[in-house]
Structures are given as structure tokens and as C-alpha cells.
T-cell receptor, first 111, second 114 residues
Framework: KNEVEQSPQNLTAQEGEFITINCSYS?????LHWLQQHPGGGIVSLFM???GKKKHGRLIATINIQEKHSSLHITASHPRDSAVYIC?????????????FGKGTHLIIQP | EAQVTQNPRYLITVTGKKLTVTCSQN?????MSWYRQDPGLGLRQIYY???????DKGDVPEGYKVSRKEKRNFPLILESPSPNQTSLYFC?????????????FGSGTRLTVV
């Protein structure tokens, strides 16, 4: 079983819909990251969370440490939101940064 | 502009021919790392560096070398590339491990080894 699981793997929605992508993890973490990867490959860091909720524009990220679960929400989705969204966690302690990645959620927003 | 610069963006090479992928950051970040991304496997860490002259293996270090002689540069060296190293590679940096800060990623290097 992977330490970081994302769902769904693929998601196709219509423009304007409210989108939710989920991330569950099975290890202790010091922080959780949401990343965005557009076609063409570049990765952009969207959020880093250790508790609570963060909002940036139409994007909202939440984390529940007790339940080991995080969600990424997109309000009023737009075709330019089409991308792969990747959840990653930092594991505390040890020599490595312990960045462990989920396999990503491929989101397509249709006009 | 704060950024991580990787070169080249695309590279096709032959088995056994040594190559270097460069990574440079202009943010004075202490931490740098290399990842490879493969279909179905996601991103996996190859090597990381917590500061100058401090490097360590990640999850998939076989076949790779790195060096950190200056804070800004963290090259990835493939001394004898093989086809199973065909992948999309990313370099990333972060201010420090102990500080909860986000990561800045390079634009990626798509490597094909034939």
C-alpha cells in the first residue's frame, strides 16, 4: 500500500463545477504539499499545510491531521485548471526530507 | 525572478555516454533535491543535499551521482546512462528542511536514453 493515496486518479468535469481532490496518508507528517503539473511538465507548488485550511484565489486546501486526510478544492473551475494535481508529504526526522508523493490526479475541465 | 533553472530541457543520448543535467537556484536555498517521474510510479527522490558538500541518497539513487560544491548548483550526473534511466527529471529547492517552506521546482528535463 502506498503511503500517500490520492483519489480520484482521473476526473473530468464541466467548466464552473466545484472540484474536490482527496489525499490520504498513512505516515506521520510534518507538512503536506499540493502541487500542480501542467501538460509540458513544469511543477508548481500550490500549498503547504501543517494544519487547518489555506485559500488562494479559487483554490482551497484543507488538512485533518487526526484523520490523516487532505482535500484540494477548486471553485468555479475553468479549462485552464486542467492539470495533474499531486499531493506530497514531508516525514519528520531522519536525514532525508522524506518527501513522499501521491501518484497524482489528472483533472480535465471541459468548456 | 526567484527560480530553479534546469538544463537541458530535452536530451536524447546513447547508452553509456556520460551526461550531466545542471540545476541552479538563485534563492540562496540550503536544500536541493533531484526527482524522477515515471508513468504509474509518480515522483521519486534520487538524491538530496542539505547544504554545501552535504549530499545523501534518496529512494532511487542507483546509476546517479550528484555534487554540491556551491550553494546555488546541484548537478545530476549519469556516468553510464542506460535505457531504464529514460525519464522526466526535476530539480527542486527549499529554504531549509527545518523550516516549513514550500518547494520551488525546475521546469524539468526529459531524458531519453537509446
Amino acid at each position: 500500500k502506498n503511503e500517500v493515496e490520492q483519489s480520484p486518479q482521473n476526473l473530468t468535469a464541466q467548466e464552473g463545477e466545484f472540484i474536490t481532490i482527496n489525499c490520504s496518508y498513512s505516515v506521520g507528517i510534518s507538512a503536506l504539499h499540493w502541487l500542480q503539473q501542467h501538460p509540458g511538465g513544469g511543477i508548481v507548488s500550490l500549498f503547504m499545510l501543517s494544519s487547518g485550511k489555506k485559500k488562494h484565489g479559487r483554490l482551497i486546501a484543507t488538512i485533518n491531521i487526526q484523520e490523516k486526510h487532505s482535500s484540494l478544492h477548486i471553485t468555479a473551475s475553468h479549462p485552464r485548471d486542467s492539470a495533474v494535481y499531486i499531493c506530497a508529504v514531508n516525514r519528520p526526522g531522519g536525514g532525508a526530507d522524506g518527501l513522499t508523493f501521491g501518484k497524482g490526479t489528472h483533472l480535465i475541465i471541459q468548456p | 525572478e526567484a527560480q530553479v533553472t534546469q538544463n537541458p530541457r530535452y536530451l536524447i543520448t546513447v547508452t553509456g555516454k556520460k551526461l550531466t543535467v545542471t540545476c541552479s537556484q538563485n534563492m540562496n536555498h540550503e536544500y536541493m533535491s533531484w526527482y524522477r517521474q515515471d508513468p504509474g510510479l509518480g515522483l521519486r527522490q534520487i538524491y538530496y543535499s542539505m547544504n554545501v558538500e552535504v549530499t545523501d541518497k534518496g529512494d532511487v539513487p542507483e546509476g546517479y551521482k550528484v555534487s554540491r560544491k556551491e550553494k546555488r548548483n546541484f548537478p545530476l550526473i549519469l556516468e553510464s546512462p542506460s535505457p531504464n534511466q529514460t525519464s522526466l527529471y526535476f530539480c527542486a529547492s527549499s529554504p531549509s528542511i527545518g523550516v516549513q517552506r514550500g518547494y520551488t521546482f525546475g521546469s524539468g528535463t526529459r531524458l531519453t536514453v537509446v
